[in-house]
């Protein structure tokens, strides 16, 4: 079983960062595990923004247009994401999510581990 717990979340303005934190317990090889980070924003469904392979094969979401980096420390058990130049319409609650399997789909139905999620509001 894989516990995460995210942190960094926060309220910024428009063109602002914020850098997004999450810590994996309870697996044995945290490096043996495909992590990404998905957001949902009122009213709409969860959505996938960024998934990092143990080797660091990256995928992001279309909607990032370059302004994010995910990142991970398999030393630290961590997993990271930079947001930069953030937009109202990134306002969401982000979660941190863990999966075994080789996948990096940023559909959240083939992720089986996640976080309770930290909010992320952006004013305009």
């Known amino acids: 079983q894989v516990q995460l717990v995210e942190s960094g979340g926060g309220s910024v303005q428009s063109g602002g960062s914020l850098r997004l934190s999450c810590v994996a317990s309870?697996?044995?090889?945290?490096?043996?595990?495909?992590m990404g980070w998905f957001r949902q924003a009122p009213g709409k469904e969860r959505e996938g923004v960024a998934s990092?392979?143990?080797?660091?094969?990256?995928r992001y979401a279309d909607s990032i247009d370059g302004r994010f980096t995910i990142s991970r420390d398999n030393a630290k058990n961590t997993l990271d994401l930079q947001m930069n130049s953030l937009k109202p319409e990134d306002t969401a609650m982000y979660y941190c999510?863990?999966?075994?399997?080789?996948?990096?789909?940023?559909?959240?139905?083939?992720?089986?581990?996640w976080g309770q999620g930290t909010q992320v509001t952006v004013s305009s």
């Open positions: 309870g697996y044995n090889s945290y490096g043996a595990l495909y």
């Open positions: 990092i392979s143990p080797l660091d094969r990256i």
């Open positions: 999510a863990a999966n075994s399997d080789a996948n990096l789909s940023l559909r959240d139905v083939f992720w089986r581990y």
